[in-house]
């Protein structure tokens, strides 16, 4: 698994509150991604990383933010939890497994937003 | 990311092989196929990926079409561990690994 651990694995909140989804992984990797997967939906990137304090947008980035200040920690915020937010989080890294680079999944954080 | 096309939904028995189709007909030269699966409440795992030629591994087999606009996921033996959704993804060489665009994949049945 990479040694990736999201937490929490799942969270109810309310419409307008602040919410922060952690990432933590323990092997060091350089690149770090939170993507969204919604029902029926593959998953979708919402912002990545590729080294401490060195972030980028994906597909679906507005209304989220993220940070990094430790390699093994990628923090992803919803400033202001809208309804539409609410979906299963996965972080992932990128790594080389057995001469070839992979992408490694978390379980997934449940978030749902009333 | 070049898009790919794959059915939304396909049926095996235990133990018989399985063929997941995948087309991308505006793959580029420098695109990587890549399979990804995702088992019921869990995140995607990594399958199998090429360029060119086909390719095995423990888990499965990957035959790369010559023109290279289709590719075929072989499970030679389908278990029910291996029902899942199946993704077909492109990737562009050179970039980062895990900034996939994945589409809505093949949600694999298998029977007893």
């Known amino acids: 698994d990479a040694g990736i651990t999201q937490s929490p694995r799942h969270k109810v909140t309310e419409t307008g509150t602040p919410v922060t989804l952690r990432c933590h992984q323990t092997?060091?990797?350089?690149?770090m991604y939170w993507y969204r997967q919604d029902p029926g939906h593959g998953l979708r990137l919402i912002h990545y990383s590729y080294g401490v304090k060195d972030t980028d947008k994906g597909e679906v980035s507005d209304g989220y933010s993220v940070s990094r200040s430790k390699t093994e920690d990628f923090l992803l915020t919803l400033e202001s939890a809208t309804s539409s937010q609410t979906s299963v989080y996965f972080c992932?890294?990128?790594?080389?497994?057995?001469?070839?680079?992979?992408?490694?999944f978390g379980q997934g954080t449940r978030l749902t937003v009333v | 990311d070049a898009k790919t096309t794959q059915p939304n939904s396909m049926e095996s028995n235990e133990e018989e092989p399985v063929h997941l189709p995948c087309n991308h007909s505006?793959?580029?030269?420098?695109?990587?196929i890549h399979w990804y699966r995702q088992l019921p409440s869990q995140g995607p795992e990594y399958v199998i990926h090429?360029?060119?030629s086909n390719v095995n591994n423990r888990m499965a087999s990957l035959a790369i079409a010559e023109d290279r606009k289709s590719s075929t996921l072989i499970l030679h033996r389908a278990t029910l561990r291996d029902a899942a959704v199946y993704y077909c993804i492109l990737r562009e060489g050179g970039t980062s690994y895990g900034k996939l665009t994945f589409g809505q994949g093949t949600i694999l049945t298998v029977h007893p």
């Open positions: 992932a890294i990128s790594a080389v497994q057995g001469g070839t680079t992979e992408a490694f």
């Open positions: 090429g360029l060119t």
């Open positions: 505006t793959i580029s030269g420098t695109d990587y």
């Open positions: 092997e060091n990797h350089r690149y």
